[in-house]
């Protein structure tokens, strides 16, 4: 039976998988630290090799066909029944989630690295450049980032949102550190910036003839944002 896709806005606070595992419990701050919502229970063997069959399959439909790839599909390329995929993967932006959450971990390690750069404005359009890079990875990515960003606010409990909340927190330390030096107007907030990047990245996705897109629309924001 086919399961309906909740949105992002569902406000599902808890996203378990076989055998109890909370998909995507595990968040890394901008500090380095990683902490756990509740201790994950070890899966099954079997349970396991399902579940990383469906995340390959679904990384592999995610990049060829986009994100909104039919999930009967990567079920069946992975030898599962849609059901097994649901029980792992509740609806599409947890299962969107645990394939974005390797790119999140390197914007994160990023972040940090770049804490140490001489040039702090440099340091953030450098970490935007890589967002909008991550984001072109999976055609329709960009567009659901955009949503949890807006909706982050009032939704910290959707699967997607809880990738924002870390990126948001080491996108604010490298955009204070850039107003501290002077080199980015005091009244910009991290959220709109964000959203200003994944416009950019969704602008580009849609542009595919013309390559260098983004680099312009992020070279045209940063201007913007200087005092």
């Not at 399961?3 to 998909?23: A, D, I, N, Q, T």
């Not at 390797?102 to 001489?118: H, I, N, T, Y």
């Amino acid at each position: 039976m086919h399961r309906p896709e909740r949105s992002p806005r569902g406000g599902m606070l808890k996203v378990r998988g076989v055998e109890g595992k909370e998909v995507g419990a595990m968040v890394s701050t901008a500090s380095g630290e990683t902490s756990h919502r509740t201790p994950p229970r070890p899966m099954r063997a079997d349970a396991r090799r399902n579940y990383e069959r469906l995340l390959a399959e679904a990384r592999a439909a995610f990049a060829a066909h986009g994100t909104d790839a039919p999930l009967e599909e990567v079920a069946k390329r992975a030898g599962v029944g849609i059901g097994t995929l649901y029980r792992h993967f509740p609806n599409r932006y947890a299962l969107m989630s645990a394939v974005f959450e390797d790119a999140v971990g390197q914007l994160l390690a990023r972040s940090r690295e770049l804490l140490d750069d001489p040039q702090p404005c440099g340091a953030l359009v450098t970490w935007l450049r890589d967002i909008i890079r991550h984001a072109g990875e999976y055609r329709g990515l960009s567009r659901a980032l955009m949503t949890v960003s807006y909706s982050a606010s009032y939704d910290d409990g959707s699967e997607l949102g809880r990738c924002s909340g870390p990126i948001r927190e080491a996108g604010s330390a490298l955009l204070t550190r850039a107003q501290e030096a002077g080199a980015v107007r005091p009244g910009v907030s991290i959220g709109d910036l964000l959203q200003l990047t994944n416009a950019i990245a969704l602008a580009a996705e849609e542009t595919p003839a013309d390559p260098d897109l983004a680099d312009r629309l992020l070279t045209l924001t940063v201007r913007g944002l200087k005092p």
